[in-house]
């Protein structure tokens, strides 16, 4: 349940066109500063706006500071970055909504060149601290060369965003928009979140400088280096199945199955005294097998992230025709277990000429291998595709 304490809007709800949304707990210390800075920008720049406080539970007297600067207070029982942002934004009145830290990192007086962006057609406007400039002591060192560089470019690698900056928590977009894309992460990943599906929902995303400053305040941040850079990569990872499982499981069966076949004639010379042999094909067919696997866990995973909406349906991995439809999938797995099968029966064959007696070692491990190998894919296939129609069961065809 969300409770509004309402002190003053800047004007009526139809008249509205910007929202500037400031998540909140204990933050006495800086937040009469933010709103004062956000309520001079709104005066000075003619804007007809408002100033909301999500507020998380403080205790410290946030709330009263907040209504008597002019802010309006959204209570959120929920605890968590992306709660309170989320329902302030739920909240928010203007036609924008401009969201920043109430610790006074961000210079909420100076937003010209986000309401700008919007009124251009943007649908978010994203700030970049690192080109706008990151004063002395405003971010810690692994977050400044470690942290952001190496998420920012892991966004931008899997999910194609045009952004050097993937986590500036100064950002504007459109109110309707973000409200479409149903975000539900309720801690610091709100904010990764929000920028990937915005790009998978193909969202106009612009770039512009921000100025990051020290934080305010006296006590430590809410964020925690090592607890929250994982949830950001966990999402960036739950949400591209390709990188997650696809590429490497692509990677896994095209070194397994070229390890197998080369060595399927005999051993392999690679340099003096360095010869491929038995083993070498052992780790091949490991490699494909879990190597489908992984191909297994993209399909699935992604077909199923369409149909929950998580992302969007036009993809190539949902488009797949194998294992995506059943039977096409089951007569690629038929031949497949039958050219496994047949090495089987070769082997058995081979051990009966001798009344399956003791046979030399490794006469018939190659072809065994590879054989019960090529079998366990073709299960591994079927078992895929059935999962696969499970999924679609009373789901049109997508």
């Not at 066109?17 to 309520?39: F, G, H, Q, R, Y």
């Not at 970055?81 to 203007?94: H, K, Q, S, T």
């Not at 934080?215 to 390709?242: K, Q, V």
């Not at 866990?297 to 190539?316: K, T």
């Amino acid at each position: 349940m969300i409770e509004e304490t309402n002190k003053s809007v800047v004007a009526t709800d139809l008249e509205l066109e910007l929202s500037i949304v400031m998540p909140c707990l204990n933050e006495i210390e800086t937040l009469a500063t933010c709103i004062d800075k956000a309520n001079r920008f709104l005066k000075d720049s003619g804007i007809a706006g408002e100033v909301i406080i999500a507020d998380n539970g403080s205790t410290d007297g946030s709330i009263e500071t907040a209504t008597k600067h002019g802010a309006r207070v959204v209570h959120v029982p929920v605890r968590g970055y992306g709660a309170a942002l989320g329902a302030g934004i739920a909240a928010a009145r203007g036609r924008y909504v401009i969201m920043g830290d109430s610790d006074d990192s961000y210079d909420f007086s100076r937003l010209e060149a986000y309401v700008e962006g919007l009124r251009a057609g943007a649908d978010m406007v994203m700030g970049n601290r690192f080109k706008g400039g990151i004063k002395p002591g405003a971010m810690p060192f692994l977050h400044k060369y470690l942290g952001n560089p190496v998420l920012s470019f892991i966004g931008r690698l899997f999910f194609k965003i045009p952004v050097g900056d993937f986590h500036c928590g100064l950002r504007g977009f459109r109110r309707d928009r973000i409200i479409g894309l149903g975000l539900t992460t309720t801690g610091m990943e709100f904010a990764s979140e929000m920028i990937v599906r915005a790009a998978l929902a193909g969202l106009d995303i612009r770039e512009v400088p921000t100025t990051l400053s020290p934080d305010g305040r006296s006590r430590p941040p809410h964020l925690r280096t090592w607890r929250d850079g994982w949830r950001h990569l966990r999402f960036l990872l739950l949400f591209s199945p390709r990188w997650l499982f696809l590429y490497p499981g692509l990677l896994l069966m095209a070194f397994g199955v070229l390890l197998m076949f080369a060595l399927l004639p005999g051993p392999l010379q690679l340099l003096p005294g360095v010869e491929l042999d038995i083993h070498s094909i052992i780790v091949g067919c490991l490699a494909a097998l879990i190597g489908a696997q992984c191909v297994s866990f993209a399909i699935i995973a992604r077909r199923y992230a369409a149909i929950r909406g998580f992302l969007p349906p036009q993809d190539r991995i949902a488009r797949l025709p194998i294992p995506n439809r059943l039977e096409p999938s089951l007569i690629v797995a038929g031949l497949l277990a039958l050219m496994g099968s047949t090495g089987f029966i070769h082997a058995i064959w081979q051990w009966w000429q001798v009344d399956f007696g003791t046979l030399e070692y490794g006469s018939l491990v190659r072809q065994l291998s590879i054989s019960c190998t090529v079998v366990a894919l073709a299960l591994q296939l079927a078992f895929t595709a059935f999962l696969s129609a499970i999924i679609d069961i009373g789901l049109e065809d997508q």
